[in-house]
């Protein structure tokens, strides 16, 4: 089982910004696709961004296109994200899959964090 760990939640002002951070423990993220998914209290999990092995495609959620940009380093996988906004708050998590493209389906991913929250609230 692939060990990932997100960092960079918190809580925010609305308008705010914040960087989650997805690394892999004892692993290369290089040959993965990544997800960032989110759930808030009573939700289903939902995709929010994904990107492919080489960080060339990636795909957005509607509700975060122009807001939230996802890119990959050597192992480490971001999600910014700014004007952020009191209906992105939900424990964010990352997870890594062996697909041929990157998805936002939960059920294309084999590994995940233990999520990390993020609140946006004044």
């Known amino acids: 089982q692939l060990q990932l760990v997100e960092s960079g939640g918190g809580l925010v002002q609305p308008g705010g910004s914040l960087r989650l951070s997805c690394a892999a423990s004892g692993f290369t993220l290089r040959y993965y696709v990544i997800g960032w998914f989110r759930q808030a209290p009573g939700k289903e999990r939902e995709g929010v961004s994904c990107?492919?092995?080489?960080?060339?495609s990636t795909n957005y959620a509607d509700s975060v296109k122009g807001r939230f940009t996802i890119s990959r380093d050597k192992n480490t996988v971001y999600l910014q994200m700014n004007s952020l906004k009191p209906e992105d708050t939900a424990v964010y998590y990352c997870?890594?899959?062996?697909?041929?493209?990157?998805?936002?389906?939960?059920?294309?991913?084999?590994?995940w964090g233990q999520g990390t929250q993020v609140t946006v609230s004044s």
């Open positions: 997870a890594a899959g062996t697909s041929a493209i990157a998805t936002l389906v939960p059920a294309d991913y084999g590994s």
């Open positions: 990107i492919s092995t080489k960080g060339g």
